[in-house]
């Protein structure tokens, strides 16, 4: 591996990742294109930048930086990494990710082809967060349609053609571009990704992601973390769509919709035999999409004892997605977040 023309500085906003920041550093190190720089901006409280300190002593190239913080978002961590790289072209990875060894050289090939390409990312291998049906469930229900909807970089496994979406997470891009925009916004805890190159977009450049590109992502292990994540999911959804209502897909509104559907026909069947039977059928068809998606999930795994925990993830990820979507809505966005909750 010989050193590169452009400098690349990999930043990662990290809390709490001492189980596996050491596996990122390690696809870091043994990227195809030299890394010039990584910067791990911590705010973690169980020995995180120990580990990074202790590692880097053994490791000494790339460089890496600790950037310690206080409760810091992930926005924000990233724009504290990205305000002090001197790298050209940065690439923001996460401490729960492992990119493949040409991550980022493939990444900055694509970027450098036109002048008119923006962000650059790849796709998601997703992982199970933990060696039980539980997680392994989760992790196939995050990369199934029924699951993660029209989310290329979560689905695009089987293509090989480059094509432009309208986000992509881990993305590469140039330093220059994240200054004309601003940077990330802060006031966004979840979200900031979408938001960001949803004003890419805005700026006339292209979002483009190359299948090419591979990285694993360890998911959710526990249903409880799941249904916590696509609660924050929906709620900072709709947040965002205060600040760019254009941003709106279909495929956002679903959830929200189906949630406060359930809701209101509970409330109308206290009083109305005609909303009762609404609901039952409502959530028998419901019933039924679960039971298609989790056997097609199922079958595609080969493992049909996943059914009833693919049943499960199905229905947090739809639900608890919808329902953070909706308490956001009838609070005004005034509860339970505010920019101080939720940090990396």
């Known amino acids: 591996m010989t050193a590169n023309a452009i400098r690349v500085s990999v930043v990662v906003p990290s809390r709490n990742e001492a189980k596996h920041i050491t596996s990122l550093l390690d696809a ?71 990119p493949d060894s040409e991550y980022v050289a493939l990444a900055v090939s694509a970027l450098e082809e036109s002048g008119e390409v923006g962000v650059v990312g790849g796709v998601w291998q997703v992982a199970p967060g933990a060696n039980t049906l539980v997680a392994e469930a989760i992790a196939r229900a995050g990369s199934h349609p029924a699951g993660a909807g029209d989310a290329a970089y979560r689905i695009a496994q089987a293509t090989t053609a480059r094509q ?94 189906f949630v406060a559907a359930l809701v209101g026909l509970c409330v109308l069947g206290v009083f109305s035999q005609v909303a009762r039977v609404a609901l039952v059928a409502l959530l028998a068809l419901y019933g039924a999409v ?6 097609h999930a199922s079958g595609r795994a080969g493992k049909w004892r996943l059914l009833p925990f693919l049943v499960a993830a199905f229905a947090a990820i739809h639900l608890c997605w919808g329902f953070g979507a909706v308490v956001n809505l009838t609070t005004g966005g005034r509860w339970p977040f505010n920019a101080a909750d939720a940090s990396t």
């Open 28 to 98: 870091i190190g043994q990227q195809k294109y030299m890394v010039s720089e990584v910067l791990i901006v911590d705010s973690s409280s169980d020995g995180t930048a120990d580990v990074v300190t202790a590692y880097s002593r053994e490791h000494p190239t790339p460089p890496i930086r600790v950037v310690p913080v206080v409760k810091a978002s992930i926005p924000a961590a990233v724009n504290a990494g990205v305000v002090r790289a001197t790298g050209e072209v940065i690439v923001r990875l996460d401490g729960h990710s492992v």
């Open 164 to 257: 432009d979406v309208d986000t992509v997470p881990f993305g590469c891009y140039r330093k220059t571009l994240w200054t004309e925009l601003g940077g990330l916004n802060e006031e966004l805890l979840t979200n900031e990704d979408y938001e960001f190159n949803y004003r890419v977009r805005a700026s006339g450049r292209r979002v483009v992601l190359d299948p090419a590109i591979r990285s694993t992502y360890y998911a959710r292990a526990t249903f409880g973390a799941l249904a916590r994540q696509y609660f924050r999911y929906g709620w900072w959804k709709v947040a965002m769509l205060r600040q760019h209502p254009a941003s709106l897909r279909w495929r956002q509104a679903v959830p929200a919709a």
């Open 290 to 295: 679960l039971a298609l998606a989790a056997t």
